[in-house]
């Protein structure tokens, strides 16, 4: 695979910027491991073109819902439906081309380059008649440049830093160029400057190109800013779900998290901001 040049001006023709708007939905949905069940009978429709946030305490199931959705854990009961077909039975290089996944640990393959690994995102798009091409290129730069990570394209994923080998990663989902695109904790290893590009970056892909994102985050109130949908989970279970200000109530976070808060308008953009209270700083 060539390495990218930088220039990323020229938008690629075979692939349009205007979204699919699949459908992705969850009816009656149990998950788990082993016998263990994590997510138990679960009903969610994801919102095409939105950006939809899951949310929770640890282990209320959130990661194990987006390895169903992605369908790399199979139902213990229930569906997840693409388009009203069980996806289940689509075949995996078709699903690859609507759904991408960013797991929240992914692992790269030994003395892999970074070019190569982003490149990688491209492979759902090759078939017997269409092979590596210059909109490739171009497309792989492009993820590239977004996500800053031009100036590593030489480089070994394994000489990189945490917070740089993760904006790796989500350059090659960005490569992949899904109409439905889920990051399991995209933020993960980054500092409070990088979370926030990264999710800008999220923002204007949601806003420009009509990709539907659905994302883990832990943080509450990056959370309440960037989603349109909120969703809380608690048990593997949804609690509560629709738009942050409607959803990210005191009562809610007190279910949800057992964490007792005020929660304010957030003086930049007015979304809900939810500020703990301590042992330590008064009684609410």
């Avoid at 977004?146 to 740089?164: D, F, I």
């Avoid at 949804?238 to 929660?263: D, K, M």
């Amino acid at each position: 695979m060539p390495q990218p040049t930088g220039q990323t001006t020229a938008q690629p023709a075979a692939e349009s910027a205007a979204s699919a708007r699949h459908a992705l939905t969850a009816t009656g949905l149990s998950l788990g491991y082993d016998g263990t069940r994590i997510v138990d009978n679960l009903d969610l429709a994801i919102e095409p073109g939105a950006i939809t946030v899951i949310v929770g305490a640890n282990a209320s199931g959130k990661s194990t819902l987006l390895r169903g959705l992605a369908r790399l854990l199979p139902p213990q009961a229930g569906t997840v439906t693409l388009d009203g077909r069980n996806i289940a039975g689509l075949p995996s290089r078709q699903v690859a081309t609507v759904v991408g996944l960013l797991p929240q640990q992914p692992i790269a393959p030994e003395g892999i380059g970074v070019a190569d690994l982003v490149g990688r995102g491209r492979y759902p798009h090759q078939g017997w008649f269409r092979h590596w091409s210059s909109t490739d290129d171009a497309i792989v730069a492009q993820a590239m440049a977004a996500t800053q990570t031009l100036e590593l394209a030489s480089r070994r994923m394994e000489e990189l830093s945490g917070g740089q080998r993760q904006r790796v990663w989500i350059a090659m989902a960005l490569a992949q160029k899904p109409d439905i695109l889920l990051l399991d904790e995209p933020t993960t290893f980054l500092d409070v400057t990088h979370q926030v590009e990264v999710l800008d970056l999220l923002h204007e892909l949601n806003h420009e190109q009509g990709t539907t994102v659905v994302m883990v985050l832990h943080d509450l109130n990056l959370a309440a800013r960037y989603a349109d949908r909120l969703v809380v989970m608690r048990h593997g279970r949804v609690i509560a779900e629709g738009p942050p200000a409607e959803v990210l109530t005191e009562a809610v976070v007190l279910e949800a998290f057992g964490l007792t808060a005020r929660v304010i308008a957030d003086p930049v953009c007015g979304s809900p901001l939810v500020v703990p209270i301590g042992r330590f700083h008064g009684s609410p």
